[in-house]
C-alpha cells in the first residue's frame, strides 16, 4: 500500500502565502502525475492542479499566475506553491498520487491524503 502525508496548512490573512508539501511512501514502483485537490464546505471536491512525472502542469483557471505545483521524482514529494491567496481559496487540500505499486506495476491506483486545512480570512 502508499501512504500519502499533506503538511503545510493553516490560517493566513487574505494576499498571504502557504506552501504544501505531500510525501508518499510505501510499495511504489512508479509514481506518474501528482496532484492536488480541494474541497469547501458543501462544495464537491475540485481539481487545483497537477504535474506529470516530466514536470508539464496543469491548472484550474481560479489558481492560475497564483499558484505552482512543483515535484521531486526522486523523493516522491509534490508541492504546491499559493501565493496571492483570497478567501475563495478555503478548503481542505488533498494530495494525490496517480501509483503503479511493486505488487501490481501493471495497473495505476490513485492514493489520497488525509488533507490539510487552509483558511484564508478576508
Known amino acids: 500500500q502508499v501512504q500519502l502525508v499533506e503538511s503545510g496548512g493553516g490560517l493566513v490573512q487574505a494576499g498571504g502565502s502557504l506552501r504544501l508539501s505531500c510525501a508518499a511512501s510505501?510499495?511504489?514502483?512508479?509514481?506518474?502525475?501528482m496532484g492536488w485537490y480541494r474541497q469547501a464546505p458543501g462544495k464537491q471536491r475540485e481539481l487545483v492542479a497537477t504535474?506529470?512525472?516530466?514536470?508539464?502542469?496543469n491548472y484550474v483557471d481560479s489558481v492560475k499566475g497564483r499558484f505552482t505545483i512543483s515535484r521531486d521524482n526522486a523523493k516522491n514529494t509534490v508541492n504546491l506553491q499559493m501565493n496571492s491567496l483570497e478567501p475563495e481559496d478555503t478548503a481542505v487540500y488533498y494530495c494525490?498520487?496517480?501509483?503503479?505499486?511493486?505488487?501490481?506495476?501493471?495497473?495505476?491506483?490513485?492514493?489520497w491524503g488525509q488533507g490539510t486545512q487552509v483558511t484564508v480570512s478576508s
Open positions: 494525490s498520487a496517480d501509483v503503479q505499486t511493486r505488487q501490481r506495476m501493471t495497473i495505476i491506483q490513485r492514493y
Open positions: 510505501g510499495s511504489i514502483f512508479v509514481i506518474n502525475i
Open positions: 504535474i506529470t512525472t516530466g514536470g508539464s502542469t
